[in-house]
């Protein structure tokens, strides 16, 4: 499966961003999906995911109540709505997928990554 990742750009803190990871090749009614991200000087991490089976999802704590994750498998695209952006979410946002395995938190649980997106918050 090849990911293409979206939506990234420059915003003031507080306001909202879509991030969006179009999949070809394969459809992603059976991946497990998730966005990571990548601050200069600082590790990837994870900033959400869900699951293809029951759609459950999980946020990185520094993000809960401000990020939502979604899916359309119809049409093979992946979302994250970002709102009440502030200055340390500035990173270069990567969509991945993984189509096997119950682990999902870490970047080596996931086989297939797309390009990355910049997203900048200024203060």
């Known amino acids: 499966v090849q990911l293409q990742a979206s939506g990234g750009g420059l915003v003031q803190a507080g306001d909202s961003l879509r991030l969006s990871c179009a999949a070809s090749?394969?459809?992603?009614?059976?991946?497990?999906m998730a966005w990571f991200r990548q601050a200069p000087g600082k590790e990837r991490e994870l900033v959400a995911a869900?699951?293809?089976?029951?759609?459950?999802?999980y946020y990185a704590d520094s993000v809960k109540g401000r990020f939502a994750i979604s899916r359309d498998n119809a049409k093979n695209t992946l979302y994250l709505q970002m709102n009440s952006l502030k200055p340390e979410d500035t990173a270069v946002y990567y969509c991945?997928?993984?189509?096997?395995?119950?682990?999902?938190?870490?970047?080596?649980?996931?086989?297939?990554w797309g390009q990355g997106t910049l997203v900048t918050v200024s203060s």
């Open positions: 090749g394969r459809t992603l009614n059976s991946y497990d």
């Open positions: 991945a997928a993984k189509d096997g395995g119950s682990e999902y938190l870490f970047r080596s649980d996931y086989g297939y």
């Open positions: 869900v699951m293809w089976r029951g759609h459950t999802t």
